[in-house]
């Protein structure tokens, strides 16, 4: 899960956001993570990051979430999306781009 978190982030951000994930709770089955920055785990991420930096690493959660899912489903981007400017915009389309085109290869 990691090294699929670490995948998608340096995808969409490049090597700008050092951020990681790590498990902060939940139960066998349904674990629960947490962003956090590699330079000072204890700092908080929305203190340091700015909106498109955040919205990248919690889209790349999500992605790694989804990589690791027994189905293929639909998603709707909305809000998160289009209050990026259009740097951050123009990188997560160009990667949803890639995991539509990976998704349709998969069923085939």
């Known amino acids: 899960m990691r090294d699929r978190f670490q995948q998608e982030i340096v995808a969409l951000a ?3 956001v050092c951020v990681e994930v ?3 709770g939940g139960k066998f089955g349904s674990p ?6 590699k330079a000072n785990p204890k700092a ?3 203190d ?3 909106e498109g930096e955040q919205t990248s690493a919690a889209l790349a959660s999500y992605l790694t979430e989804l990589a690791n899912a027994a189905r293929n489903s639909a998603l709707v981007f909305d809000g998160p999306v289009s209050s990026l400017d259009h740097r951050w915009r123009s990188k997560v389309t160009k990667h ?8 349709r290869g998969q069923r085939r």
Request: proline share 0%; hydrophobic share 35%; with cysteine.
């Open 14 to 16: 490049g090597n700008r």
């Open 22 to 24: 790590a498990r902060s």
């Open 32 to 37: 629960q993570t947490e962003v956090k920055l």
């Open 44 to 46: 908080k991420v929305h």
């Open 48 to 50: 340091v990051l700015s």
């Open 96 to 103: 949803l781009e890639y995991h539509t085109i990976c998704a």
